[in-house]
């Protein structure tokens, strides 16, 4: 299944985390990281006062169900440091599912295609750049 990825970071090393995350996604077997965007620094939206992002997005090609990518995604999300304390705080890095494949999903904790992404320039602009069909 070809799905999309939210990637950003506003903590401490910001490129390193963006990078350790995604040499961790590559190591995941069922998992290959097709394509990468380029990399932006983005102001925050939300949440508490904080220090920019960074922020990027992913393609790619997995043979993991939703459900299990996003605990995968988390699982990176918690080697790296986040922490989930406030709503919309700081983080080392944030991994999102935007797209999978053409699937619409509904479910407590797990929304996809992302509800806000086309909202979010800082989404947007690093999606369109690797996914022609938006």
């Known amino acids: 299944m070809l799905c999309y990825i939210g990637i950003g970071s506003n903590l401490g090393d910001r490129k390193k985390h963006i990078e ?27 949440g508490p006062r904080q220090g920019k ?22 699982a ?26 053409c699937k ?3 479910e407590p904790g797990l929304k996809v295609p992302h509800p806000r992404m086309r909202e979010r320039e800082f989404v947007m602009k690093p999606l369109k750049e690797i996914y022609a069909g938006i």
């Not at 992002?53 to 988390?74: H, V």
């Open 20 to 46: 350790s995350a995604i040499e961790k996604l590559k190591a995941i077997k069922g998992i290959e990281v097709k394509r990468v965007s380029n990399i932006y620094e983005t102001d925050p939206v939300g």
């Open 53 to 74: 992002y960074l922020n990027g997005a992913l393609e790619l090609e997995t043979e993991l169900e939703p459900r299990e990518l996003l605990a995968r995604l988390q």
């Open 76 to 101: 990176i999300e918690n080697e790296l440091g986040r922490k989930r304390l406030v709503k919309d705080a700081p983080r080392t890095i944030d991994l999102d599912i935007l797209l999978y494949g």
């Open 104 to 106: 619409k999903i509904d």
